[in-house]
C-alpha cells in the first residue's frame, strides 16, 4: 500500500521560513515525479512546484526565488523549502508523486502566515 506522509507545516510570521518533507512508502520514489501544491479556503488546489526524476525543478510564478523544492530519493522523500513567507502563501500544502498513470497524494500540511 502506497502511503505519502507530509510535515513541517505549521504558523510562522510573515518574513519567516518553513521547510515542509513528504516521505513515501510502498513506492521506489526515483522514477517518479514529485510536486506541491496548496489549497487556501474557497480556492482551487494549484501547483507551486515540482522536480523531475533527473532533478529539474520548475516552480509557480508566486513562488520563485522564495521557494525550493528538492528529493532524496535515498529516502524517498521531497521537500519544499519556504522562505521569505507571506501571508498569501497561507493554505494547506499538499505533496503529489506521479509516474505515468500512477498518481499519489499526501494528506496535507497546514501552513498559516500571520503576525
Known amino acids: 500500500q502506497v502511503q505519502l506522509v507530509e510535515s513541517g507545516g505549521g504558523l510562522v510570521q510573515p518574513g519567516g521560513s518553513l521547510r515542509l518533507s513528504c516521505t513515501a512508502s510502498?513506492?521506489?520514489?526515483?522514477?517518479?515525479?514529485m510536486f506541491w501544491y496548496r489549497q487556501a479556503p474557497g480556492k482551487q488546489r494549484d501547483l507551486v512546484a515540482g522536480?523531475?526524476?533527473?532533478?529539474?525543478?520548475n516552480y509557480a510564478d508566486s513562488v520563485k526565488g522564495r521557494f525550493t523544492i528538492s528529493r532524496d530519493d535515498a529516502k524517498n522523500a521531497v521537500y519544499l523549502q519556504m522562505n521569505s513567507l507571506k501571508p498569501e502563501d497561507t493554505a494547506v500544502y499538499y505533496c503529489?508523486?506521479?509516474?505515468?498513470?500512477?498518481?499519489?497524494w499526501g494528506q496535507g500540511t497546514q501552513v498559516t502566515v500571520s503576525s
Open positions: 503529489n508523486f506521479k509516474y505515468i498513470i500512477r498518481s499519489y
Open positions: 510502498g513506492i521506489i520514489s526515483s522514477i517518479y515525479q
Open positions: 522536480i523531475t526524476s533527473a532533478g529539474s525543478t
